[in-house]
């Protein structure tokens, strides 16, 4: 009789220690999803501890590639806006626009560059890189910082972003982490469950092309596993016509 109660209790401890390690796992994943797709109050402290940790590395990236004081600049899945008050300062005669799925990630980086939209320097809309909110040939720059993982359709969503680009004008991803990279083997689990993952230097180089950029050159900084890809839309000749027609 004792040890069928001992037995009972030991069984009960262990389905409350299941039970336990199942919800923590399922919050866990509630909560990194946050990364993703930011809610609007859940997202709010992942917002702003990704403005302040993907900072450097957005530093960092934007060393390679050019901008002018007058560029118009587009930042896709601009999360909490500390990449847009970047660029609007660096873009100091120009305009920078942000765009993001997630209607958390827009009211956040409105906040953070309030100043700057009310000056008239600073859009943030909300919208998918599948279908940006903006005509064709707007943008000078477009800037991707820790977003390109998470877009569902890599080389269509690729050539709309190509879409919004004057001729001659620039992509730029940059990401913390990349298949081959340093910390490929922590990241890239991490990346999994966010039903994500990361291209390789490669990869990137395909993908690139694919979608029909030209000059493309990618940058490693291997101490930290880090990456960065630019692409540059193609200056098309206009074609001449000058044969008459009799
Ligand atoms: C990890 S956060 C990075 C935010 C910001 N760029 C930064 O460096 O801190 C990824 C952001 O990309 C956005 N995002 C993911 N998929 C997107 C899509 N398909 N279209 C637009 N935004 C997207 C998310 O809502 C989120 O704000």
């Not at 796992?25 to 859940?42: C, D, E, S, T, Y």
């Not at 000078?140 to 004057?166: C, F, G, H, S």
């Not at 596993?225 to 630019?230: F, L, Q, R």
Request: net charge positive.
């Amino acid at each position: 009789m004792c040890c069928a109660t001992g037995a009972n209790s030991a069984t009960s401890r262990v389905i409350k220690q299941i039970v336990i390690y199942v919800v923590a796992f399922g919050v866990a994943i509630v909560l990194m999803r946050q990364v993703r797709k930011p809610h609007r109050w859940i997202g709010r402290p992942f917002l702003w501890i990704m403005n302040r940790t993907h900072s450097a590395l957005t530093d960092w990236g934007l060393e390679h590639v050019a901008i002018e004081p007058d560029f118009t600049i587009l930042d896709v899945g601009c999360g909490g806006g500390r990449t847009i008050q970047k660029l609007a300062a660096m873009a100091s005669e120009g305009a920078v626009y942000g765009v993001d799925y997630a209607s958390g990630s827009v009211v956040a980086s409105r906040a953070k560059n309030a100043e700057l939209i009310k000056a008239g320097r600073v859009e943030i809309h909300e919208g998918s890189v599948s279908q940006l909110p903006f005509p064709d040939a707007k943008f000078d720059l477009v800037t991707a910082v820790e977003t390109q993982y998470y877009w569902p359709d890599l080389v269509n969503d690729m050539k709309e972003i190509r879409r919004t680009l004057k001729p001659g004008g620039r992509l730029i991803v940059i990401a913390e982490t990349f298949s081959g990279g340093r910390f490929d083997n922590v990241k890239g689990s991490a990346m999994k469950l966010l039903g994500s993952h990361a291209l390789s230097e490669e990869g990137q180089r395909e993908l690139f092309n694919s979608a029909g950029y030209d000059e493309i050159k990618t940058f490693v900084e291997k101490r930290k596993g880090w990456i960065c890809v630019v692409g540059r839309k193609t200056i098309h000749e206009t074609p001449r016509n000058n044969t008459k027609e009799i």
